[in-house]
């Protein structure tokens, strides 16, 4: 018995009217998914059961808007999103479906980008200066459209492109073809967001453009950008950002693995693994990690902010998601595992209009020039791929070689030994914790004791107290604005949290809010641990100068003196507090705080030398920039030793504890 055509089946695709879903994740295989279209609100309204309650498969096109689901802000659109609930799926031989498709290149009009080059370079700096300058983020994505008339067929147009991108894309995660009624989805996307698999649920944080040069990468090349500090800094923020998503869906925080190398057609990129493992619902676990920061920036919540400042339209479906729910016949626990790609290099063709969108991620050491690069290079990946620009010529052939010798297979780049090494040693500068597996058991020197961290939009949180577990705490979150005074009191130890923005701006209710919270503890003697934002506004109580730095430290690895202890630790700060060069200590009375909340009585009724306390200052030697401080029942730190950066994260975390409590 033979199976179904793959001529007969494309001939139907082209002719008919039914949506459809052309899928290749392998070599091998191409998945032809055919169902019906339904439109719904929320994550949570993805149709994963029938009327019968029985499982069923879903492809889920997830469009930018969702964010407003964690209270995000953006361009609402109102792009639907569209699940393809799947009634029936075929696997197909790769070879046979690609001699079927359409092959007759697609002719546009009018093509090119929305904004120009001038335009796009002006955007890079005005981010630069004016977001990562004032403490808004580390890094942001920034996107624009080549856009083109296309007068094809849709499903024509769409079956020829997924055939031009299986022949010539490589290296891709998934190829792609989603064709419902108004609206066409063909792309190569490098980049797996998130998936979860019997439990284990993955992230792959990809960052770092290479851009091959004419005739294509060479292991000198290659190895000139994996030295840029730019590169590996973009990548280290990302994998960052990335594992406070995991530590919110992971019960185990998420262990990494790699750098490895994702080698495409005209670009190279380099990328880590995240693993953990979590009992949620898949779309609860979509919903947690909605976006990638590869394709959006970080802070995530604040990123959202910057990028409907500078886009002036929607996004559409860029960088989101093609989330597949598929059942795995689990009787306890998740019933679907999930695979979902993040909608990048795709094409989107809608009442005959090309789309291509692409950004770059903009961080402290960005070029204006080398950012708008960057987008070309992103968009020749799609458009090359599918003949809408000429492709990459071929490496020149050597003209002394046999030409009837064999042609050996080129070798990935990762496996020339230089290569190899390069990427090894990035590790050398990060934190074993993030590296070793993890399960907090519950002992640890703090055990049986609370804390209370308190999120200042800033999702390292979720890192702190994976660490602050590991530790023996029994942590727990809670956003700034729902942080009751009995909650901040009753907890062990209250843990001030990071946030993006300026520790003076008053006009804040959430800088105002945090404030509170520090004082509060501060004037109760109750122990507290103050980090980065938090650690400038306990400088600011104490009555220490707060300053902008000239260079913001977004994502910056530094050796400080702490209390006396070397330290690697990862900054990302914008301001800093400041003391003169040389100072290690400090005098504060209670009475003559600079603060929100007033003394309590207990405290304002203490004799004046029982107000007096030391303050310990851990300060640049010659800047006089403070990294740390430590008094009577509290302690801070300006770096965030949560991150991968700190490579002496966890030992420094315990020793500011143990001072603070």
Same mark, same amino acid.
């Given at each position: 018995m033979t199976g179904p055509d793959p001529s007969s089946l494309i001939h139907d695709l082209l002719t008919g009217s039914a949506p459809f879903a052309l899928i290749a994740r392998d070599d091998a295989t191409v998945e032809l998914l055919t169902g019906t279209v339904v439109d719904v609100e929320l994550l949570a309204d993805i149709p994963l059961v029938d009327a019968d309650g029985l499982p069923r498969e879903v492809l889920a096109l997830v469009p930018f808007r969702q964010v407003r689901e964690r209270g995000f802000v953006c361009h609402d659109d109102g792009a639907p999103l569209r699940c393809l609930v799947i009634d029936k799926r075929m696997p197909l031989p790769r070879a046979e479906v690609l001699a079927s498709l359409?092959?007759?290149?697609?002719?546009?009009?009018?093509?090119?980008?929305?904004? !120009?080059?001038?335009?796009? =370079?002006? $955007?890079?700096?005005?981010? $630069?200066?004016?977001?990562?300058? &004032?403490?808004?983020?580390?890094?942001?994505? $920034?996107?624009?459209?080549?856009?083109?008339?296309?007068?094809?067929?849709?499903?024509?147009?769409? %079956?020829?492109?997924?055939?031009?991108?299986?022949? *010539?894309?490589?290296?891709?995660?998934?190829?792609?073809?989603?064709?419902?009624?108004? *609206?066409?989805?063909?792309?190569?996307?490098?980049?797996? *967001?998130?998936?979860?698999?019997?439990?284990?649920?993955? +992230?792959?944080?990809?960052?770092?453009?290479?851009? @091959?040069?004419?005739?294509? =990468?060479?292991? #000198?090349?290659?190895? #000139?950008? %994996? &030295?840029?500090? /730019? #590169?590996?800094?973009?990548?280290?923020?990302?994998?960052?950002?990335?594992? /406070?998503? +995991?530590?919110?869906?992971?019960?185990?925080?998420?262990?990494?693995? !790699?750098? @490895?190398? /994702?080698? +495409?057609?005209?670009?190279? @990129?380099?990328?880590?693994?995240? &693993? !953990?493992?979590?009992?949620?619902?898949?779309?609860? $676990?979509?919903?947690?990690?909605?976006?990638?920061?590869?394709?959006?920036?970080?802070?995530m919540q604040n990123a959202c902010t910057v990028i409907a400042r500078y886009e002036t339209t929607p996004r559409g479906y860029y960088s989101g998601v093609a989330a597949l729910f598929t059942p795995n016949g689990a009787t306890e626990g998740p019933t679907h595992d999930l695979d979902a790609p993040i909608l990048i290099r795709t094409a989107y063709l809608v009442d005959g209009r090309l789309r291509v969108p692409v950004g770059a991620t903009l961080v402290r050491h960005s070029d204006p020039y080398g950012e708008v690069g960057e987008t070309h290079g992103k968009a020749a990946g799609v458009l090359g791929a599918i003949g809408a620009i000429p492709r990459d010529a071929a490496p020149a052939a050597d003209p002394d070689a046999d030409p009837d010798a064999p042609v050996a297979p080129r070798r990935p780049l990762a496996e020339d030994p230089a290569i190899a090494e390069l990427l090894a040693s990035r590790n050398d500068r990060l934190a074993p914790f993030w590296m070793n597996p993890q399960d907090p058991d519950g002992s640890g020197p703090f055990a049986g004791r609370t804390a209370l961290v308190v999120d200042a939009e800033d999702r390292f949180t979720t890192m702190l107290a994976h660490q602050l577990r590991h530790l023996g705490l029994d942590a727990r979150i809670v956003h700034w604005s729902e942080a009751t005074p009995a909650e901040v009191d009753a907890a062990d130890l209250v843990v001030a949290g990071p946030g993006p923005g300026d520790p003076r701006d008053d006009a804040s209710d959430r800088i105002s809010a945090m404030h509170h919270v520090v004082s509060r503890r501060l004037f109760r003697r109750a122990p507290l641990l103050a980090v980065c934002l938090s650690h400038q506004i306990l400088a600011d109580q104490l009555g220490i100068d707060l300053a902008p730095l000239a260079q913001p430290h977004q994502g910056l690895q530094k050796s400080v003196d702490v209390f006396g202890e070397d330290a690697s630790i990862g900054f990302y700060n914008t301001f800093t507090a400041r003391v003169a060069p040389g100072t290690t200590e400090r005098g504060i009375t209670f009475g003559s705080v600079t603060a929100v909340a007033e003394p309590t009585d207990a405290v304002s009724n203490l004799p004046a030398g029982d107000r007096d306390i030391p303050v310990d200052v851990a300060a640049d030697p010659v800047t006089g920039d403070v990294y740390a401080l430590r008094g009577e029942r509290f302690s801070s730190v300006q770096g965030h030793l949560e991150s991968i950066l700190s490579r002496d994260g966890m030992r420094t975390l315990e020793r500011l504890i143990a001072a603070a409590l």
């Open positions: 359409p092959a007759t290149p697609v002719a546009l009009e009018g093509a090119g980008f929305d904004i !120009g080059d001038e335009a796009y =370079a002006d $955007i890079v700096r005005r981010v $630069i200066a004016d977001e990562i300058g &004032r403490g808004e983020g580390a890094n942001f994505v $920034i996107r624009r459209d080549f856009v083109a008339g296309v007068d094809a067929d849709p499903r024509e147009a769409a %079956l020829t492109w997924f055939r031009a991108l299986l022949e *010539h894309e490589k290296g891709a995660y998934w190829t792609f073809a989603v064709v419902t009624p108004g *609206h066409v989805a063909v792309g190569a996307s490098p980049e797996a *967001h998130v998936s979860a698999r019997d439990g284990i649920v993955t +992230m792959n944080p990809i960052s770092g453009t290479f851009r @091959h040069p004419q005739g294509g =990468a060479t292991a #000198e090349t290659l190895a #000139e950008f %994996l &030295r840029s500090t /730019k #590169e590996t800094e973009e990548l280290f923020m990302v994998v960052d950002e990335e594992l /406070k998503m +995991m530590s919110a869906v992971c019960s185990d925080g998420g262990r990494i693995t !790699g750098p @490895h190398l /994702k080698e +495409m057609s005209r670009l190279t @990129h380099t990328e880590y693994m995240l &693993r !953990g493992r979590s009992t949620l619902d898949p779309r609860d $676990i979509l919903r947690e990690t909605m976006f990638a920061p590869t394709v959006t920036g970080s802070p």
